[in-house]
């Protein structure tokens, strides 16, 4: 009998166990269905650590995201873990320096409180390669290696005692009393039964599918989840050009085509904002998306003509729909209405997903307060 099962080992769901198990010396288990941690969405991203400008003041996005961006700094600097505060602009063409002075207000009022308003020629001399343009500078903006930072989180929820079940499909659940009773299936198909008190429900892409699975029908009430593809294009004779990231203003689906850098400098274009139908997965980058990139690029870089762009590789980010309204906010709810408080649905965990994880599972524990 476990205090906690944790479906899903991406970054969210290895914070949480980690949480629990490390600082709150529960009993946890975290299932995952493939041979390796972190293969979902979590390995498919930015790798940005946002600092929280983006999301409608008092949501659980602009909640969590700034205070799961100190917890996450916290934890790389203490366990050296590679990242770099390197710092993001975001530009504005003229016409759109009030959007920019509404980001800054918009995040001062979630707590940024570090955030610059530069103009042009400042802007100009900090970056030269930019087309003129005023900015916000955003000093507490970094990246990381989300892999590192994952397997450490394995580890160290391991070394206190968690277990780990790869290759492990959850497939049912059953309320029992005050316990769930999940039924999971291995590779060849054989299951079993594993008994806790709570679970998180925190697999990503499949959240609603695993939802439903568990009794939970969500489908009926008009919530649905729509793959939204996200490509990027490497511009490998660019590397060691930017210090910091360069973002445009956001889109309604998006945050926009951004230069982002890896911690070896290395530049990449992307992502843009592609709906896939019927939900099937596909990876892999269309060349002929290169035109729309260079054409959106070149509003805020001019010099990316001189160079080749490469295809590289894309994620996939979960949108939660609820009526056909599409839900901008992470859905966290425990139960309580099914008669299950135990249970504990994510939902729709898009960006800044990864900033956030290590400020859900503090947030969860308040949900069983
Ligand atoms: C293009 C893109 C760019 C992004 N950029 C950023 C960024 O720069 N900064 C940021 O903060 N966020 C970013 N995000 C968001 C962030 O990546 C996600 O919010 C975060 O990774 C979600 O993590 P997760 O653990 O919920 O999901 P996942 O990493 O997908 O983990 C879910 C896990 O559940 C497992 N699973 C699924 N079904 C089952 C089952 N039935 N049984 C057992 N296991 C199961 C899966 O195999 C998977 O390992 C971006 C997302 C995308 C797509």
Redesign the pocket.
């Known amino acids: 009998m476990y205090d906690l099962i944790v479906?899903?080992?991406?970054?969210?769901?290895l914070s949480v166990a980690r949480y629990f198990q490390v600082e709150r010396h529960w009993r946890c288990l975290v299932?995952?269905?493939?041979p390796r941690i972190?293969?979902?969405?979590?390995s498919?991203?930015?790798?940005?650590i946002?600092a929280g400008l983006y999301y409608p003041t008092g949501s659980l996005k602009a909640r969590l995201c700034v205070e799961g961006k100190e917890r996450l700094y916290h934890y790389l600097e203490r366990n050296t873990l590679p990242h770099q505060r390197c710092g993001k602009y975001v530009v504005a063409a003229t016409d759109q320096e009030n959007e920019l002075e509404q980001l800054a207000d918009q995040g001062s009022a979630n707590g940024v409180s570090d955030l610059e308003l530069i103009d042009e020629v400042t802007a100009c001399q900090r970056v030269e390669s930019l087309a003129p343009c005023t900015a916000l500078f955003s000093p507490s903006t970094g990246i990381l290696s989300a892999d590192s930072w994952m397997r450490h989180l394995a580890g160290e929820f391991q070394a206190a005692g968690g277990d780990l079940a790869l290759n492990?499909?959850?497939c049912d659940m059953t309320p029992a009393g005050d316990t769930l009773q999940l039924t999971v299936a291995d590779p060849a198909g054989d299951t079993m039964t594993i008994q806790a008190e709570k679970t998180v429900n925190?697999?990503?892409?499949?959240a609603l599918e695993?939802a439903e699975a568990a009794g939970f029908e969500y489908q009926k009430r008009g919530y649905e989840v729509k793959y939204c593809k996200?490509s990027y294009f490497s511009v490998p004779d660019a590397r060691g050009n930017f210090q910091s990231l360069i973002y445009p203003l956001p889109t309604p689906n998006s945050l926009g085509i951004h230069i982002r850098l890896d911690l070896l400098g290395e530049v990449r274009l992307g992502?843009d904002a592609e709906y896939l139908p019927d939900n099937v997965p596909v990876y892999t980058v269309d060349p002929a998306l290169e035109t729309e990139f260079r054409r959106q690029v070149r509003r805020y870089w001019p010099a990316v003509d001189q160079y080749p762009l490469e295809p590289d590789w894309a994620?996939?980010?979960p949108h939660l729909f609820v009526e056909n309204s599409f839900y901008q906010d992470f859905f966290m709810r425990s139960e309580v209405d099914s008669d299950c408080p135990g249970w504990i649905n994510l939902l729709g965990?898009?960006?800044?997903?990864?900033?956030a994880a290590m400020a859900i599972g503090p947030y969860l524990e308040t949900l069983w307060a």
């Open positions: 479906i899903g080992a991406g970054a969210v769901g299932l995952e269905k493939e972190g293969q979902g969405i979590s498919r991203n930015s790798e940005v946002h492990t499909v959850f925190a697999t990503g892409l499949s695993v996200g992502p994620g996939i980010r965990i898009d960006s800044p997903g990864l900033t």
